[in-house]
């Protein structure tokens, strides 16, 4: 399955949060793009975050899908989201990974390579 499923990924940096309880939060937004290159469809099934502060916090995330969806992607077809994450520091970062559901029962686990959330100087 090696580059059958193209992920990439862009952020953007939206703003700070005020936290009431402890100090503001940074709030990025990030777009990712998947790119079926095979010759069956594939579903995203599911998902995991590991998302890392300046500091050196974790946060896993994982779940069904993404933003509610669990997206068939046709054969040399795409899908794209935007959803955000926040986070305690200026910078940070994000990986992890999609599981996915081919058209013939088989099931793969597609990385998602490390990208950074980092506020603009």
Known sequence: MKNSLNISTKT??????DNRDETPVYVFSY?????????????????????????????E????????????IQPNGSFEYTSASM????????????????ADGQCHREPIPVFNLSKPN
């Open 31 to 59: 777009t990712v793009s998947i790119y079926n290159n095979l010759s069956q469809q594939a579903q995203l099934k599911n998902r995991y975050w590991l998302i890392t502060d300046g500091n050196g916090e974790k946060i």
């Open 12 to 17: 953007r940096f939206i703003g700070i949060q």
């Open 61 to 72: 995330v994982q779940g069904e899908g993404v933003v509610g969806e669990q997206p068939i």
């Open 87 to 102: 986070i305690k520091t200026e910078v940070g970062t994000m990986e992890g990974y999609y599981e996915f559901e081919f």
